[in-house]
């Protein structure tokens, strides 16, 4: 299949889950996940409709926002920002998905102050405590957001979630529902909506899953571009 194909058949997959579970197809943004495909492939997924591209590197993300210079694409870093990248990738970034600490958000903020941009931030919370994988605790999250109100220009929009790799999609859904319950609790105690609109889960093997659990915003990379035979 073409990546054509391969994006029209995932756009179908979510709309049919989606739908399955009374959502509007429309709440989920699809990011197709680009990292170590060359920029022939970002272009062909742009030509089908394609707008949100995710990368996991801030290297190979300001490489490619250079080479696609000229299409209107919303650029989503996925991995961890390193504290001394952030200079870099705010600006041709504009979601970061992986933001684990004050510290990191409030250089982001400084940064984004300074290009005048509006970057928009999700928070990545380890539910598993995985000591291998970025991302907060749950317990270290209302500080996070209550810290982040302060910010003068960046904004956090939401979670990230990236659990343990499933053997089944429905190894996943305990760690998509338990994201949602969390933000459902965040949300009940007061935390701002706008800071909890987006939860960013599911990937190839289980986006499906993570739509039925409340996700807006589904990481695809395989599925769409077809598998790495490098590490990303
Ligand atoms: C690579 C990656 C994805 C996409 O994974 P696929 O299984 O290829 O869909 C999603 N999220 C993150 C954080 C990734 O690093």
């Known amino acids: 299949m073409s990546i ?16 399955g579970c009374g959502r509007d197809p429309g709440a989920v943004r699809l990011v197709a996940v680009s990292k170590t495909f060359p920029i022939e492939a970002v272009r062909e997924a742009y030509d089908a409709g394609q707008r949100d591209f995710g990368e996991n590197r801030v290297q190979e993300a300001l490489e490619k926002s250079r080479a696609a210079g000229d299409l209107a694409i919303h650029w989503h870093l996925l991995g961890h920002l390193q504290a001394n990248k952030v200079r870099k990738a705010v600006g041709p ?9 004050i510290e ?19 928070i990545q919370v380890d539910l598993a405590g995985e000591a291998t994988k970025h991302g907060v605790a749950p317990g270290e999250v209302p500080r996070l957001l209550e810290s982040a109100e302060r ?17 089944t999609p429905e190894d996943a ?4 529902t338990r994201l949602r319950e969390l933000r459902d609790g965040w949300l009940a105690s007061g935390v701002p909506p706008s800071m909890l609109r987006e939860l960013s889960m599911g990937m190839s093997g289980d986006f499906e899953v993570a739509v039925q ?7 695809v990379g395989t599925a769409i571009f077809g598998r790495r035979h490098v590490q990303g």
């Open 4 to 19: 054509a194909e391969c994006l029209a058949d995932v756009r179908a997959r979510i709309a049919a889950a989606a739908r």
């Open 93 to 101: 970034l504009s979601t970061l998905h992986g933001l684990d600490s």
């Open 104 to 122: 990191l958000i409030q250089k982001v903020d400084v940064v984004a102050v300074e290009l005048g941009v509006r970057p928009e931030l999700l």
């Open 151 to 167: 910010c003068q220009a960046a904004r956090v929009v939401g979670l990230m979630l990236l659990p343990p790799a499933p053997d």
């Open 173 to 176: 859904r305990p760690w998509f």
């Open 213 to 219: 659990e409340g996700a807006t915003l589904v990481r």
